[in-house]
């Protein structure tokens, strides 16, 4: 009759949302977890243009969750303050990191384990809550970002068995505000809003062992979003199709993760009145195959290609939207840094990550970025006439973490290193075209109870 788990950078510091990594209940059914993470950045010779091209900066992100249960309904809540410090005119930090004094979770649960008339476990969920459906790259909170990605509706999870499990969900994603550059400067407190011209809907269907130890899911997405008053849109009518076939890295054994969408509907190019609102046809892929070597620092070498269409002009609209998907897992960090995005991508890499003592982690990868169209933009530069060329340069990127206390102090510095190619260097629009190079260094501390 037990509930499932807060979903959250306060309960769960690896995987939000996944139960395997949530802390348990004690015998009242009440869970109370907390964290705090300090972090501090560093980049230059970024291209983008609008912004400056070198910045410091310094977030601050504490969670509190509170959930209570003893029966099947549970009730639980969470307020996240999510702030950043020596912030310019020129920086990039936005709402993506800054949400001061933020409720995005609070809900009701009700789970049954023997479900009659389904014969597995049944959860419903209702309220304002977090969502992580699948490898994350359509819908998840991104652990590394400084906020999260909250909604408010319902979801339904049903799972007939241990291989099968089907979820169903309705949400309003909430708004995270301000809005306004200034008022995201200086931490101003305002409350994040849904609405009904705003929603996001679907199902996640997943099968293990259909094909040997691989599991299968197969996933509807539905997002449908119209101007408000007071809030401009890029009128998004999206449907995305998704499959993807992965099985878990195990030693001294083969694992791969295959994910393709497929995603129409009609899209604008921009929140701009005057923006070209088109016919959407658009993809992505991303293809990985490791092998874990039998090794007490479990070496695990991996080979990747990512694939996100651009738009190439004339009628139809194809740039791939990742929904509200997370980025650092595949492609790298965000923040200050946030160079490259699942869209406008085909980059193939070479990964390695490894654990050479109980409190170490090691990752790095290094990966090759082409455009998959020369006249859409790529770290936000866009040269529309498609004369600098394909070839955006490559990208190093690694972190590192150590527990001083295991599972309650972690200290980690995550970097990022773009050697620029010709795109970024020939572009007209893009900045500190005299830099070779994209630098970021970052460091974080963060403690969990």
């Not at 997405?221 to 008053?229: A, I, M, T």
């Not at 090759?368 to 859409?376: F, P, Y």
Request: glycine residues 10%; aromatic residues 8%; charged residues 25%.
């Amino acid at each position: 009759m037990a509930q499932s788990l807060p979903a959250s950078p306060a309960s769960s510091i690896e995987k939000p949302g996944k139960e395997e990594t949530a802390p348990k209940e004690d015998a009242s059914g009440l869970i109370v977890t907390a964290s705090s993470r300090l972090r501090y950045e560093t980049v230059d010779g970024r291209p983008r243009p609008g912004e400056a091209t070198a910045e410091d900066a310094v977030l601050l992100r504490t969670g509190v969750a509170v959930e209570y249960g003893p029966g099947p309904l549970a009730i639980g809540a969470e307020l996240i303050d999510s702030r950043g410090y020596d912030l310019g005119v020129g920086t990039q930090i936005g709402r993506d990191d800054v949400n001061a004094l933020e409720l995005p979770q609070a809900y009701l649960k009700w789970r049954v384990d023997d479900t009659p008339g389904i014969g597995g476990r049944l959860a419903v969920q209702a309220g304002r809550f977090l969502l992580n459906l699948g490898s994350g790259r359509l819908v998840a909170t991104d652990e590394y970002r400084n906020t999260v990605n909250g909604f408010t509706g319902i979801q339904v999870e049903i799972d007939p068995d241990r291989a099968r499990a089907l979820t169903l969900f309705y949400v309003l994603p909430q708004e995270r505000l301000p809005d306004v550059a200034a008022e995201i400067r200086r931490n101003k407190v305002q409350l994040d809003r849904e609405t009904f011209r705003d929603v996001l809907f679907g199902a996640l269907a997943r099968r293990k062992g259909l094909f040997g130890a691989a599991q299968v899911e197969l996933g509807v997405y539905r997002l449908v979003e119209r101007d408000s008053p007071g809030r401009l849109t890029a009128d998004r009518h999206l449907t995305t199709l998704d499959l993807r076939v992965a099985r878990e890295p195990t030693a001294r054994t083969v694992d791969y993760d295959a994910e393709g969408a497929y995603q129409f509907g009609r899209a604008s190019a921009s929140t701009m009145a005057d923006a070209r609102n088109a016919r959407v046809a658009a993809g992505f892929a991303h293809v990985a195959v490791g092998y874990t070597f039998d090794a007490s620092w479990k070496p695990r070498l991996a080979f990747f290609y990512d694939y996100a269409s651009g738009d190439r002009g004339g009628g139809r609209f194809n740039r791939f939207d990742t929904l509200f998907g997370s980025r650092r897992d595949d492609l790298g960090p965000s923040g200050t840094y946030s160079g490259v995005a699942r869209e406008n991508l085909s980059a193939p890499g070479v990964r390695l990550d490894a654990k050479p003592g109980k409190r170490v982690e090691l990752l790095a990868d290094y990966r090759g970025l082409w455009l998959a169209s020369r006249t859409d933009r790529f770290f936000n530069v866009t040269d529309a006439t498609g004369r600098s060329g394909r070839f955006a340069g490559q990208q190093l990127s690694g972190r590192a973490r150590l527990w001083l206390v295991p599972e309650h102090l972690r200290l980690e510095s995550n970097f990022a290193l773009l050697f620029k190619g010709s795109f970024l260097k020939d572009a007209p629009a893009a900045l500190a075209r005299d830099r070779d190079q994209v630098r970021l260094i970052e460091v974080n501390l963060q403690a969990t109870f």
